[in-house]
């Protein structure tokens, strides 16, 4: 491909940028593969419309940025295909149980939607590669917020603070539901065992930048503040990192594809599409990721489970 008439166009004021004048159902090659790496370090989010890719080659492009990681430590894969993870809603599989598990009984919190994929594990993954097969006729965005803006745009004396936490992440946190509800999905969620604990903020080795690195589904509270501390604290990062001038909502077309920064960018779906009784189906690759390092070389370390596996 011709690298010169490569172009990203922003779609927002931080982060977002839609890729123009590219093919990815064939290898890149070395000089496509740097400067798409080169946007993703700079947009954060990229955009591919109408890329149409198979299986074989989601897995083919996301092999180009790294090593693959497992798709989920307990959602199953799309048969002969273990890097692929569906994302089904609208009939009944798993993320079909959760997302009616959500639509009733979820918690009457804003921000309860927004995570980093798997922030439990040590070593969550880099980056995270989504297809859209089949789209709902509305409803059904994500929205993606820029955690290296937030970061920059807390005060000094806060961020110096931020600069020397750590955080537990586990499963459950964002996802417990009201009335003590018991069903197939919550319990599911209340079995896996995985927690880890991270650096409040990251820094970024290509970049050298810094980003807030808690979410609000996994992180459970900051270890060296009280408990109404660290409620408080993460109650104010989260208001922040999400605040609508630090984000970028993507309308999926079928065939449009995403890859983005999972250890610089926290997403969401807006549950607004379960009511329509219409199927739409997703298709994820991670590429694997590496322990975050905190602005003072603090380290991700493992609690509970074992470093997230290679695909
Ligand atoms: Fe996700």
């Not at 839609?18 to 954060?44: C, H, M, T, W, Y």
């Not at 586990?170 to 650096?199: F, I, T």
Request: aromatic share 8%.
């Amino acid at each position: 491909m011709d690298i010169a008439k490569l172009e990203f166009v922003p779609i927002a004021g931080h982060l977002g940028a839609e890729v123009r004048n590219i093919r990815l159902d064939r290898p890149l090659g070395a000089d496509a593969v740097a400067a798409v790496q080169q946007g993703l370090s700079r947009f954060k989010v990229l955009f591919f419309p109408e890329q149409w890719l198979s299986h074989e080659q989601q897995t083919a492009l996301a092999q180009q940025f790294g090593t693959l990681a497992k798709s989920h430590p307990w959602i199953s894969v799309v048969a002969g295909h273990p890097a692929v993870h569906p994302l089904v809603t609208g009939r009944s599989t798993i993320v079909g149980l959760q997302a009616a598990h959500r639509a009733r009984w979820r918690r009457p919190a804003a921000l309860s939607g927004w995570h980093a994929d798997l922030t439990a594990v040590v070593n969550p993954p880099k980056f995270n590669i989504l297809r859209a097969d089949s789209v709902t006729s509305r409803g059904g965005d994500t929205i993606w917020a820029d955690m290296v803006a937030a970061y920059e745009n807390l005060s000094d004396p806060l961020r110096r603070l931020v600069d020397g936490l750590t955080a537990l992440h586990r499963y459950g946190v964002g996802y417990v539901p009201y009335g003590g509800v018991q069903d197939e999905y919550s319990e599911r969620v209340r079995s896996v065992a995985l927690a880890s604990c991270h650096p409040v903020v990251r820094v970024v080795p290509e970049t050298d930048k810094r980003a807030l690195f808690v979410n609000p589904s996994f992180t459970s509270h900051i270890e060296e503040v009280s408990p109404a501390e660290s409620a408080h604290l993460l109650a104010l990062l989260f208001e922040h990192a999400t605040r609508t001038e630090f984000t970028v909502r993507y309308r999926w077309r079928p065939g449009d594809l995403a890859l983005w920064d999972n250890r610089t960018t926290i997403h969401a779906a807006p549950e607004d599409h379960e009511h329509l009784g219409e199927e739409r189906v997703m298709y994820r690759v991670f590429v694997a990721g590496d322990r975050a390092i905190g602005p003072l070389g603090q380290v991700s370390r493992t609690v509970c489970g074992e470093d997230y596996p290679r695909a």
